[in-house]
């Protein structure tokens, strides 16, 4: 137990380097893998988490903005690194001189990154989205191979690649067909012209799991890298779920055991009442650390490796759970909100469901104010 902290958050560097070397065996030596990091590496905690992957084996950085760009840049320089969102206007001149590949889906951003190259006298590598069903950025798939032919008679701006974004690669499997045909046929056209890109695209974590035959020559491994397996309704192979293991635990401590009375009330709104004579423990973690208030009377924590129903509504920095009948409670002690303690576990996906939301906004939504406390192996 770390005894500096309230509330914190461990990270196993083992996990993460293991966690991308089944990655690697996967998808095979002669395809690259491109390292989603945003959002602070999920919540993971960005600069560290890319100084271990530049130490393991990963190939191109994913981010979603420029600042999280430098901020893998500061790091360590000489990886290729993606903005997956599409660039603002007034970001093109900053994407150029930083040398960060930048999303297009239409000619008129490419004009903008052309002319921003030839400004700076720079050469552009750019990424073409194809739009086959997510709908936020790209090109219609009958579209791509016309693009991709008149930005290659602008002045400093390649293709480096094409790809596109399953939509629901974890519960459909007709829908992500459909998308990993329209793929392919853009692939085949690319192909037919005489058209050259070096890298294609379309897996994300879900489709490294269940769309093989889009792997191409690139994958962006996102979820899957932190050790936990996308949500869904699609089934996974039992032994594939053995390889993960989860990097994150989320932590915090028991400041105060009573004893409470039956009909007494919990928290705001008085939304609990104690049935019967209680032991209650309050502890040191709220929804200004990230735990959400939709847990409130319905998520569990672990204490003594016993899971503790959480009582009343999670407030900012506290919430309240019950420990009757576990001998020995106390002050200081460590509660388990994510993770393992004895023989429990309870997992983000666990934690996801009692939210009613996915793990990736459950690992993201740990705050700031969170320390995290890297475990296994240096990150720097």
């Not at 461990?10 to 966690?19: F, G, K, T, V, Y």
């Not at 988490?49 to 760009?69: H, K, R, W």
Request: glycine share 10%; aromatic share 6%.
């Amino acid at each position: 137990m770390n005894n500096l902290y309230r509330c914190w958050a461990e990270i196993d560097l083992s996990a993460l380097r293991e966690n991308l070397a089944w990655i690697r065996a996967r998808v095979g030596p002669q395809v690259k893998i491109m390292t989603v990091v945003k959002a602070d590496a999920y919540g993971h905690g960005l600069k560290e988490i890319a100084a271990l992957l530049m130490q393991s084996g990963t190939d191109v950085f994913g981010v979603a903005n420029l600042s999280e760009a430098r901020n893998v840049r500061s790091v360590g320089r000489g990886w290729p690194i993606l903005m997956l969102g599409a660039c603002l206007p007034d970001e093109v001149d900053s994407a150029v001189r930083d040398e960060i590949m930048p999303t297009i889906s239409t000619l008129e951003e490419a004009q903008w990154f052309s002319a921003a190259a030839v400004k700076f006298r720079k050469k552009v590598h750019a990424h073409l989205k194809v739009d086959t069903g997510m709908g936020r950025l790209g090109v219609e798939p009958g579209g791509a191979l016309e693009l991709v032919l008149e930005i290659k008679r602008l002045p400093g701006l390649e293709i480096e690649g094409v790809y596109t974004h399953y939509a629901a690669v974890e519960d459909d499997a007709p829908f992500s067909k459909k998308q990993a045909q329209a793929i392919h046929k853009v692939a085949d056209e690319l192909q037919a012209a005489g058209v050259n890109v070096p890298f294609m695209h379309a897996n994300s974590s879900g489709g490294i799991i269940w769309e093989k035959e889009t792997l191409f020559n690139l994958v962006r491994p996102g979820l899957l890298v932190y050790g936990v397996v996308p949500s869904g309704s699609r089934v996974m192979e039992e032994a594939l779920s053995q390889h993960f293991r989860p990097a994150l635990s989320l932590k915090c401590r028991v400041s105060l055991v009573k004893d409470i009375p039956k009909g007494k009330t919990l928290s705001y709104g008085h939304t609990f009442c104690a049935p019967s004579p209680m032991r209650v423990a309050t502890l040191t973690a709220g929804y200004g650390d990230g735990y959400l208030r939709v847990g409130s009377n319905r998520s569990q924590v672990l204490i003594q490796g016993r899971r503790c129903r959480i009582l009343g509504r999670i407030t900012m920095d506290q919430m309240m759970v019950d420990v009757t009948g576990i001998d020995g409670v106390r002050m200081g002690d460590e509660a388990v909100l994510i993770g393992c303690q004895g023989e429990g576990k309870i997992s983000v996906n666990e934690v996801a469901e009692w939210f009613g939301t996915i793990p990736w906004e459950v690992l993201t939504n740990i705050t700031y104010r969170v320390p995290r406390l890297y475990n296994g192996i240096h990150a720097s």
